[in-house]
Each structure stands twice: as C-alpha cells, then as structure tokens.
C-alpha cells in the first residue's frame, strides 16, 4: 500500500503541515465537508479529534472519511478514554479499510468536564499499550496473549503519538518520546507552543539522548482570534503558556485577529528554521478560514 502523503512529507523531509478538525456535534456530514475542503489543499493531513474536550460528537472514523471525500487526508484521533482494545482494534481495522492510514494515540480529556460528566471511563489500555497494538496489528498480529494472525492482509497504519516539549522536567518527557518509539510511534505531535526558544533548548536535550531513532516532530501553532483568546489559553489550557510579551501584544493591537495570525506566523517562521522540528501542526478552532492565509504568508505553502 502507498504512503500516506503525511508519510511521503515527513520521509521527504520537506516542513510537513497538519491541522485540526473537530467533528460536529450533529449529523450533518456537511460541517465536515466544508472545513475539509478549506484545510485539504494547504495541509498535509488534518487531525479528526476523538469527542474532544468530553464533547459528544460525530465518530471520527465517519468524519474523516466524509474528510477524505472532501480533499482532506485525516489523522484518526482514537482515545483509551471512551474504548477497550477489543474496540480500537475494530477501529482501526475499519479505518484502514476505508483508507484512513494516520493515527494519534491520546489519552483524551477528563470526561468530567463533558456533557455527559457521569459517563464510565474505559481506560482498558493506555496510551503505549494503544501504540503497541497498532504496530502489532501493522505488523499483522493481534495484540492479544497468543499474538493472533490476521486472516488477511494486515492494515497500513502510519503511527502517531503527542509529545510535551514545555514538560516542567525534560528528562521524564524525553523518556516518554523513548518509550512512544519503542512502541511503534512513527510521528509526534505537540501541543500549542509559542517559545520557540524554550522549543529549541528541548531539540538539544533530546538530541543528547540515547533514542533508537529521531522523533519527527509537528510543533502545534495556533492564531489568537482576539485577546480573550490568548487569555483563556494562558490560564485555561493545559500544557500551554502564553508569554506576557504576547499577551501585551494582543491588547495594544488595533486589529487583533491580524496580530494573532501575525503571532503565529512569526512562530512558524521560527520553527521552519530549528534543525529537528519535521514541521507544524496548526490549530484554529472555529477559524479555520484563517490556515490558508496564515501558512501562504509564513512561507511554507
């Protein structure tokens, strides 16, 4: 089976770009057709989120099929938190099947803070155990205790895991990434990163470590749409920090949506420059119009 074209972009070595797209909270196959076809042409692949932030929503693996129709190659979000490995496994079989090759593996957000609070939490596996059965399926076996074949053809799955480049104790993240490898992570994505400098120290620290092979690295990036924005990921948002510099930024703006894309293609100018990073991974909740522009002015589409 041919590689995916997020596959073909990080094996080329060319500045891979990934987005986001969160299935709607309805079944009307067109909201997700209509983001597909905005984020398709200018990206790599595009994330289909799993229930994001506990919110019921549209199954990602009919999303992103509609998102492949639509132009868009998807990475598959699947989270441990909503199924047990007898499920993921059937995910991802179907997933291949219907040409939906990439994948996240996530541990997926606290169902407490979702509209159904009071839902059971699964958690059969964990993030690299989820990792480890889909490189024994790949590998065309099932991750169960005899190691069972396949009765045919195995999928293609081109494996993805998160990494935390901001983690307080880099030693512990690094260790993560290793043990994600170890596991079968082909690709990692981060979460929204706006101190490349901190970024770059990290890239040294990992570059010192023992790892059986370099970690392809999309670096999350994302617009501030307005001040309130910026805010609410400073203080709201686990694993960000917005610097104060930043925040000024957006309050002495006159237009502050131009200031928050200026922000982030600043950001991505500076990581198309750090030796390591394989690429970005843009978010724009509920802005995805602005992608296009953003990636056209910072030069890497």
Not at 96 to 123: C, E, F, K, R
Not at 151 to 161: E, K, N, R, S, V
Request: proline share 7%; net charge negative.
């Amino acid at each position: 089976m041919p590689p995916t074209r997020l596959e073909n972009a990080l094996n080329d070595g060319r500045f891979a770009v990934t987005s986001e797209l969160g299935p709607p909270k309805h079944a009307d196959a067109s909201a997700v057709t209509e983001k597909a076809e905005i984020l398709g042409p200018v990206c790599d692949a595009v994330n289909i989120t799993d229930n994001q932030t506990a919110q019921s929503r549209m199954a990602p693996l009919a999303a992103g099929r509609i998102a492949l129709d639509a132009g868009a190659e998807p990475v598959l979000q699947l989270t441990v938190r909503d199924r047990n490995r007898l499920a993921l496994t059937s995910d991802l079989l179907g997933a291949s099947a219907l040409g939906l090759h990439n994948t996240l593996a996530m541990s997926g957000d606290p169902v407490h803070i979702g509209n159904h609070p009071d839902a059971t939490v699964v958690n059969d596996i964990d993030t690299l155990g989820l990792l480890r059965l889909q490189d024994s399926l790949r590998g065309g076996t099932f991750a169960n205790d005899d190691a069972e074949d396949l009765a045919g053809p195995p999928p293609h799955l081109h494996i993805g895991a998160t990494a935390h480049p901001m983690a307080d104790d880099p030693d512990v993240e690094i260790s993560k990434i290793r043990a994600k490898i170890e596991a079968g992570a082909d690709f990692f994505q981060t979460q929204l990163c706006y101190m490349p400098d901190r970024l770059e120290a990290f890239l040294a620290q990992l570059r010192d470590a023992d790892l059986p092979r370099w970690p392809r690295i999309l670096v999350g990036v994302g617009p501030f749409k307005h001040l309130r924005m910026a805010e609410h990921m400073r203080d709201k948002v686990w694993g960000v920090e917005v610097p104060d510099a930043l925040i000024d930024r957006m309050k002495d703006a006159t237009d502050q949506g131009e200031e928050g894309k200026k922000i982030c293609i600043e950001v991505i100018e500076r990581l198309t420059e750090l030796d390591g990073v394989a690429g970005c991974h843009v978010m724009a909740v509920a802005w995805e119009e602005s992608i296009p522009e953003i990636l056209e002015r910072a030069g890497v589409r």
